[in-house]
C-alpha cells in the first residue's frame, strides 16, 4: 500500500454533522406529527360510527326487519334488531368508536342525548323512533387545540344515507356538511 493515500469513508467530524442536522430536523418534526395522529384518531372514529350506521341500514334491508344502531355512553356502538327474533339477534355487531386510538374523541350527538338511529326494511329511518341526525367528532382542546383539530361530522339524511362530512370546510367544498 502507498503511503499517504487516502481511504474511503466518512470521518468522525462528517458523522457527528449529519447525526446533528437529522436530530434537529426530527425535533422539529414530532410536534407535526404528533397533530397529523391525533387528527387520524378523530377520522377513525369518525369512520368507524359511519360504518356502523351503514352495517345498521344494510342489515335492515338484507334481514327485512327494523334495525337500530345505539350509540352508548362509553363510546361504543351497537347494530342489533328492535324486534329480537330467532333470525334477527339484539346485536349484531358492536364496536369501539376509534377501536385502537389512544386518545380520547368527543363524540357529540345531535340532537343532544339522542343515541338511537333506526332503520325500517327499506333502510329509511323508523320516524319516531331514529332519533339521531348527526354525530360531532373531536379531541377536547386539553388534548389538541382546537386551530390544530380537524373535526368531522357523520349525517343521517332523511332517507337514511348515513354520510361522512367536514365541518371546517367552505361550503362550495364537496365534503362540507
Same mark, same amino acid.
Do not use: K, Y
Given at each position: 500500500?502507498? !503511503?499517504?493515500?487516502?481511504?474511503?469513508?466518512?470521518?468522525?467530524?462528517?458523522?457527528?454533522?449529519?447525526?446533528?442536522v437529522a436530530a434537529i430536523l426530527a425535533t422539529l418534526a414530532?410536534?407535526?406529527?404528533?397533530?397529523?395522529?391525533?387528527?387520524?384518531?378523530?377520522?377513525?372514529?369518525?369512520?368507524?360510527?359511519?360504518?356502523?350506521?351503514?352495517?345498521? !341500514?344494510?342489515?335492515?334491508?338484507?334481514?327485512?326487519?327494523? %334495525?337500530?344502531?345505539?350509540m352508548n355512553a362509553n363510546s361504543t356502538w351497537t347494530v342489533?334488531? %328492535?324486534?329480537?327474533?330467532?333470525?334477527?339477534?339484539?346485536?349484531?355487531?358492536?364496536?369501539?368508536?376509534?377501536?385502537?386510538?389512544?386518545?380520547?374523541?368527543?363524540?357529540?350527538?345531535?340532537?343532544?342525548?339522542?343515541? %338511537?338511529?333506526?332503520?325500517?326494511?327499506?333502510?329509511?329511518?323508523?320516524?319516531?323512533?331514529?332519533?339521531?341526525?348527526?354525530?360531532?367528532? #373531536?379531541?377536547? &382542546?386539553?388534548?389538541?387545540?382546537?386551530?390544530?383539530?380537524?373535526?368531522?361530522?357523520?349525517?343521517?339524511?332523511?332517507?337514511?344515507?348515513?354520510?361522512?362530512?367536514?365541518?371546517?370546510? &367552505?361550503? #362550495?367544498?364537496? !365534503?362540507?356538511?
Open positions: 500500500m502507498l !503511503r499517504g493515500a487516502r481511504q474511503p469513508g466518512v470521518t468522525l467530524i462528517e458523522l457527528i454533522v449529519t447525526l446533528s414530532v410536534p407535526s406529527f404528533q397533530t397529523i395522529i391525533l387528527n387520524r384518531e378523530i377520522s377513525a372514529s369518525a369512520e368507524s360510527a359511519l360504518n356502523g350506521l351503514q352495517l345498521a !341500514r344494510a342489515e335492515s334491508v338484507r334481514r327485512n326487519s327494523q %334495525i337500530s344502531f345505539v342489533g334488531c %328492535i324486534t329480537v327474533s330467532a333470525n334477527c339477534p339484539a346485536s349484531i355487531e358492536s364496536s369501539t368508536v376509534g377501536d385502537g386510538a389512544n386518545s380520547v374523541v368527543t363524540v357529540t350527538p345531535t340532537p343532544a342525548g339522542a343515541a %338511537i338511529a333506526a332503520f325500517n326494511s327499506f333502510g329509511m329511518p323508523i320516524p319516531g323512533v331514529s332519533l339521531l341526525t348527526q354525530l360531532d367528532f #373531536t379531541l377536547p &382542546a386539553s388534548v389538541l387545540p382546537a386551530a390544530q383539530a380537524h373535526p368531522l361530522r357523520v349525517e343521517v339524511g332523511g332517507g337514511g344515507a348515513p354520510r361522512l362530512c367536514d365541518p371546517s370546510v &367552505a361550503a #362550495t367544498d364537496p !365534503r362540507a356538511c
